[in-house]
């Protein structure tokens, strides 16, 4: 279960840094949203994608937490990481072909 753990660790992480990254851009674009109508028009993609992000970092962290310290509900959060795992990549590449 240690290499599962490090797994769960690496996707939280990984989220955690894309969630930081998408914030900074979906900031830096809603102060610049003025300069081009198409910037305006792609920060809800923008917003959704750093959503998604962040819904990895909780649900990888969650897992982490519960594997960590063998809670009872470790094997439930592990199969929800599983679950969204695709509905997130789903979801990301329907914003980044979106806009």
Same mark, same amino acid.
């Given at each position: 279960?240690? *290499?599962? /753990? *490090?797994?769960? /660790? +690496? /996707? +939280? +992480?990984l989220g955690a840094a894309v969630s930081v990254v998408m914030a900074y851009v979906f900031l830096a674009m809603w102060y610049n949203r003025d300069a081009l109508p198409s910037i305006g028009? +792609?920060? $809800?993609? =923008?917003g959704a994608v750093a959503v998604c992000a962040v819904l990895l970092t909780a649900v990888a962290g969650l897992a982490s937490y519960g594997l960590a310290r063998r809670r009872r509900w470790m094997w439930a959060s592990q199969a929800v990481l599983a679950?969204? /795992? $695709? =509905?997130?990549? =789903?979801? =990301?590449?329907a914003h980044l072909k979106n806009g």
């Amino acid at each position: 279960m240690k *290499y599962l /753990l *490090y797994l769960n /660790l +690496a /996707l +939280a +992480a990984l989220g955690a840094a894309v969630s930081v990254v998408m914030a900074y851009v979906f900031l830096a674009m809603w102060y610049n949203r003025d300069a081009l109508p198409s910037i305006g028009r +792609a920060l $809800p993609n =923008v917003g959704a994608v750093a959503v998604c992000a962040v819904l990895l970092t909780a649900v990888a962290g969650l897992a982490s937490y519960g594997l960590a310290r063998r809670r009872r509900w470790m094997w439930a959060s592990q199969a929800v990481l599983a679950l969204s /795992l $695709p =509905v997130l990549f =789903v979801e =990301v590449l329907a914003h980044l072909k979106n806009g």
